[in-house]
């Protein structure tokens, strides 16, 4: 499984980014697909996760701000970000988990200014 994410990076503190992730390769139908982020000297850290069948989770710290959506027809994760705050930034990770495990995408760095 391959995951390509895209959409990252500089934004003013109150605006918006939208990253999306597209798997490829073997996937199958029953899935979780989401985004984790990292800061430097830090774990990574669940973002949000969205399940084949539609179900999402969300950390605290982005609850009404992130949301996450999925087109199952494309192996496709969305990410859409609003009201960005500086401590959103971190380098923002795609992951697909099945029953063989997690795979991670290459990650998209996400900036957001004071």
């Known amino acids: 499984v391959q995951l390509q994410a895209s959409g990252g990076g500089l934004v003013q503190a109150g605006g918006s980014l939208r990253l999306s992730c597209s798997a490829s390769?073997?996937?199958?139908?029953?899935?979780?697909m989401g985004w984790y982020r990292q800061t430097p000297g830090k774990q990574r850290e669940l973002v949000a996760t969205i399940t084949s069948g539609g179900s999402t989770n969300f950390a605290n710290s982005v609850k009404g701000r992130f949301t996450i959506s999925r087109d199952n027809a494309k192996n496709t994760v969305y990410l859409q970000m609003n009201s960005l705050k500086p401590e959103d930034t971190a380098v923002y990770y795609c992951?697909?988990?099945?029953?063989?495990?997690?795979?991670w995408g290459q990650g998209t760095q996400v900036t957001v200014s004071s």
């Open positions: 992951q697909l988990s099945d029953y063989r495990g997690p795979y």
């Open positions: 390769g073997i996937i199958f139908s029953i899935n979780t």
